[in-house]
């Protein structure tokens, strides 16, 4: 266990290991247990590694996001700063937030189709529907 860890991203490798069986076995059996334990480390007041674009000049912060293939916009969000560095870009203001607090905000952000846990590596894309299920609101 690596002590330098953030208190918020320990047990976030849980995560990672759900992901990892989810990319050896597309099945909704091992969809639902990645959800279940990225519920389960939310409960557990976990933390994501967010990265943010610098200021426009409004002082707003915005969430960096991704466009995927068919032209939508994914927010990203890591499990460590082992999994933002695979993304071998410039390093980027990056910060912990609450998983809650993110999934919360996404679902109510036009424009975003939801959160793409990890993009580079051990990559789930989490879209509104699989956020509420995990957050425990009727779909």
């Known amino acids: 266990m690596n002590n330098n860890t953030d208190k918020g991203l320990q047990g976030n490798e849980k995560i990672e290991e759900a992901i990892a ?3 050896k076995e597309t099945t909704q059996e091992m969809l639902a247990h990645a959800l279940t334990v990225i ?14 674009e ?3 000049g409004d002082n707003q912060i915005r969430l960096e996001a991704i466009k995927t293939d068919d032209g939508r916009n994914w927010w990203a969000a890591f499990t460590s700063f082992e999994e933002e560095l695979k993304g071998g870009g410039s390093v980027k203001s990056t910060f912990l937030t609450d998983i809650d607090k993110l999934f919360e905000t996404a679902l109510r952000t036009d424009g975003i189709e939801g959160v793409i846990l990890n993009p580079w590596n051990r990559t789930i894309m989490l879209d509104k529907l699989l956020i509420k299920i995990i957050l425990g609101k009727n779909a």
């Open 39 to 52: 519920r389960r480390r939310m409960k557990e007041g976990g933390q994501l590694i967010i990265a943010v």
């Open 54 to 56: 610098p200021p426009k």
């Open 21 to 23: 069986g989810l990319q």
